[in-house]
Nanobody, 120 residues
Framework: QVQLVESGGGLVQPGGSLRLSCAASGSIFSINNMGWYRQAPGKQRELVAGVTSGGSTNYADSVKGRFTISRDNAKNTVYLQMNSLKPEDTAVYYC??????????????WGKGTLVTVSS
């Protein structure tokens, strides 16, 4: 069974940086799109950044120029480098991946989330 595990969250001061990691494990045939979503208290989950299997990326307007998404296919891992963090970036960040297995051609998987708190 496929699992996604996020790491790297924590408390950081405004203007600081964090790098989130999400490692996929299990019976994986291939991974197509991967991405990061976030959900702040009282708000709906929203897309932060995504990367396709071909390396194309997209970002929410609110994080453009500050966040960078990347992936290491050999490690089945996606990263989110977050710079110049702002208090409004505070949220639980969730890893997302579209994964093909022997059972399903493509299925969306979610990690359990990692909390990022930006505060003085």
């Amino acid at each position: 069974q496929v699992q996604l595990v996020e790491s790297g969250g924590g408390l950081v001061q405004p203007g600081g940086s964090l790098r989130l990691s999400c490692a996929a494990s299990g019976s994986i045939f291939s991974i197509n799109n991967m991405g990061w979503y976030r959900q702040a208290p009282g708000k709906q989950r929203e897309l932060v950044a995504g990367v396709t299997s071909g390396g194309s990326t997209n970002y929410a307007d609110s994080v453009k120029g500050r966040f960078t998404i990347s992936r290491d296919n050999a490690k089945n891992t996606v990263y989110l480098q977050m710079n110049s963090l702002k208090p409004e970036d505070t949220a639980v960040y969730y890893c997302n991946a579209h994964i093909a297995t022997m059972t399903y051609y493509a299925m969306v998987y979610w990690g359990k989330g990692t909390l990022v708190t930006v505060s003085s």
